[in-house]
Nanobody, 126 residues
Framework: QVQLVESGGGLVQAGGSLRLSCAAS????????MGWFRQAPGKEREFVAG????????AYADSVKGRFTISRDAAKATVHLQMNSLEAEDTAVYSC???????????????????WGQGTQVTVSS
């Protein structure tokens, strides 16, 4: 059974940085896309960033491009989301997700992902 466990959330001032981690277990994740989504109160869940586990291809939402970086550590089966220049609008619950995908494809739609973590709160104070 696939398990995804997020860590690294917290409270930070605007302009600061946080690094989220997602520890994955339960299967090998080659030919999987790993993604980060977020959901703020009263808003729909939105795609933040994704990475192809096999190829390392990445994709980002326009709102975080240039500020966030997604990466994976294959040896530790962990995906990271480095978030810099945080803004109050980045406040949300951030969730890690995993879904089967072709070698190079990065999934962007939530319903394409089969497995989800519990989420971690990120709060940015202005």
């Amino acid at each position: 059974q696939v398990q995804l466990v997020e860590s690294g959330g917290g409270l930070v001032q605007a302009g600061g940085s946080l690094r989220l981690s997602c520890a994955a277990s339960g299967r090998t994740f080659s030919r999987y896309s790993m993604g980060w989504f977020r959901q703020a109160p009263g808003k729909e869940r939105e795609f933040v960033a994704g990475i192809s586990w096999s190829s390392g291809n990445t994709a980002y939402a326009d709102s975080v491009k240039g500020r966030f970086t997604i990466s994976r550590d294959a040896a530790k089966a962990t995906v990271h989301l480095q978030m810099n220049s945080l803004e109050a609008e980045d406040t949300a619950v951030y969730s890690c997700a995993a879904g089967p995908a072709s070698y190079t494809r990065v999934l962007r739609e939530a319903d394409e992902y089969a497995h989800w973590g519990q989420g971690t709160q990120v709060t940015v104070s202005s």
